[in-house]
Every structure is written in C-alpha cells, then in structure tokens.
C-alpha cells in the first residue's frame, strides 16, 4: 500500500505526485479534512504553526512524519503525538539566507543606505567607503546555512571562522566564543532556537564585541536580548542587521524601529523566487526515505 501524504496546495501534489509507494492527497486549511486522513501516515502542514493544527492532529490515527516546509523546527517540538517524527526542510533556505547576508554586508560597508539618502537630497557626496575584502567573520552556527554563507563570504576575500556547540574540523567549538567575538568584524547568527541559545546574545556577548563591529541575526529574535542590543546600538559602539526579532511582527512604536545604526528587513531572508520549489524539492525527497523504509536526514530530535 501506498504511503497517504496530506499536502496543502497543488505544489505539493505535483512534487510528490512521481514518487514510488507515495500517494498525495490535497487538504483545504479551514475545512474539514479529507476521508483520506484516516490512513495519512504523513502530514505537510504548509506555513500553519503548531498551535494551528491543534485538535486536528486527533484526526490522523496513523500519523507517523510531519514533514514541515520551513527550515526551523521549534515551534512543533513537543507539539505531536508519542511516536510521531518530524523534518525540517534544511537545505532549501541556505542559498537565499546566504545572499541576504552578503546583500546586507555589502550595503553597509559600501554605505547604499546613505547614498540613496544623498540622492534624494540631490547631494553629489564623493567619498572613499569601507570594504567587505578583508573582514573578519564569525559565523555562529556550522549547519547547511552556514555552509551555504561560508562558500559565498570567501570569494570576496573575507576570512570565515565557524562555531558550533561541538568541534570538529573547520569549526571552534562554542565554548571559545568569549574570546573570538573580539577578534571579529561582524559575527552572524545562524543557530536554531534552543533552551541553549534562546537569549544568548546578552549583555555580556555584545559587550566582548569588538567596537564597531556587525551583528547579523537570520536565526531567530528570541536569539537576541532587545535591550541589550538597543542598548550598544544606541550608544554608537556597535551595529546591527536584523531579518528576525522578537516579537514578531514587530508592532509599531517598538524601539527597534528608530534604533541607531540598524538595517531591519521583516523575515524576508529566505523568501525569495523559486522558495516553494526548493521547500518542496528538500521534502519530497524526505518523504520519499521514509516511504523507503529510511529515516529522513533532517530529523527533529528534542532540542535540536
């Protein structure tokens, strides 16, 4: 018997419709879920959260996989049934992030921000800017996406270090992280929200920054201390580009706004052309390992 996959739109019928052992089956969100959820082994939820599918996940006695479109996975941790596995799409948001963070690096550096300033003022303001060549680059977090920013740092001559919570070759561990801060032009947070890096950019982290240095944030907001880094913001002594924060959105009259030397974009990172392809490409082929007998490669297991 084929594998019954619930998948939201036409998109995902098309990716999964060619896949051996694997029967697609349409559902619309906010109407009653097709006969055929009886038998679904697998869900793709869509972009709905966790606290969406709520009651609903009662309807599919014989979930076994919940295949999510999206990169970040905390939100349904702890969410599913006993016995239920889940799958980030990690890999189909890389690329996209990556370019964000090379797109800001060098608006900052080469200041496009002020000369669009200067041309609506109609102001000719000549002048020698910084460079991306050479800089120092600390990229905190060494899974697909900063794989993905490290192929695209080197060609413009910056150099790249990479942490992550346990070393091995190419990468410090975290535990150095005090001591490399300092040593950096800009560090860029690529981690998954953990009870581990939930609120780990405080005070302390930001203060062993070296001064004028770039925090990048493509992670997640609760990554981040907002008072701590309004704080070093507005002082002068550091700079900021944020596609994430918390909360989300972020609402008017939020100090995060009108803060000092930041570039904010709204979680835009990853939504680029062709995303919905890319998603469905990564989870197409986890779906396919499991109809195989396989474990998917981009299992959730507890805090991941």
């Known amino acids: 018997m084929p594998?019954?996959?619930?998948?939201?739109?036409?998109?995902?019928?098309?990716?999964?419709?060619g896949l051996a052992g694997v029967r697609?089956?349409?559902?619309?969100?906010?109407g009653p879920l097709p006969p055929e959820a009886a038998e679904a082994e697998v869900l793709v939820p869509g972009m709905h959260r966790a606290a969406e599918w709520g009651g609903l996940l009662?309807?599919?006695?014989?979930l076994k996989l919940v295949?999510?479109?999206?990169?970040?996975?905390?939100?349904?941790?702890?969410?599913?049934?006993?016995?239920?596995?889940?799958?980030?799409?990690?890999?189909?948001?890389?690329?996209?992030?990556?370019?964000?963070?090379?797109?800001?690096?060098l608006s900052v550096y080469r200041e496009l921000g002020n000369f669009a300033l200067d041309r609506t003022a109609q102001r000719w303001n000549r002048h020698t800017t910084d460079t991306?060549?050479?800089?120092?680059?600390?990229?905190?977090?060494?899974?697909?996406?900063g794989n993905q920013l490290r192929r695209r740092l080197e060609p413009f001559d910056a150099s790249v270090t990479m942490v992550a919570m346990s070393a091995r070759e190419g990468v410090r561990p975290v535990e150095e992280l005090p001591e490399l801060l300092g040593e950096h032009d800009v560090v860029v947070?690529?981690?998954?929200?953990?009870?581990?890096t939930r609120g780990m950019v405080d005070a302390r982290f930001l203060a062993a920054m070296a001064d004028n240095s770039l925090l990048v944030n493509v992670s997640r907001g609760q990554v981040v201390d907002n008072d701590a880094l309004l704080a070093e913001l507005n002082s002068g002594r550091l700079r900021a580009a944020l596609d994430v924060t918390d909360p989300e959105p972020l609402p008017p009259g939020h100090p995060l706004w009108t803060a000092s030397n930041l570039v904010l974009t709204p979680h835009v990172?990853?939504?680029?052309r062709g995303l919905q392809r890319r998603s469905y490409a990564v989870a197409a082929a986890e779906i396919a390992r499991y109809a195989g007998g396989e474990l998917p490669h981009n299992l959730v297991h507890g805090e991941y």
């Open 132 to 145: 991306l060549q050479d800089k120092r680059v600390l990229i905190v977090g060494a899974g697909d996406l």
């Open 269 to 272: 990172a990853g939504a680029a």
């Open 24 to 30: 697609p089956v349409r559902y619309t969100w906010g």
């Open 67 to 105: 295949q999510l479109l999206l990169a970040g996975g905390e939100d349904w941790i702890g969410a599913l049934p006993d016995g239920v596995l889940l799958s980030t799409c990690r890999g189909a948001h890389g690329g996209s992030t990556a370019e964000w963070v090379i797109a800001v690096l």
């Open 3 to 17: 594998v019954t996959v619930l998948v939201p739109d036409e998109d995902g019928e098309r990716a999964l419709a």
């Open 58 to 62: 009662g309807q599919l006695p014989k």
């Open 189 to 196: 947070l690529m981690v998954p929200l953990t009870s581990r």
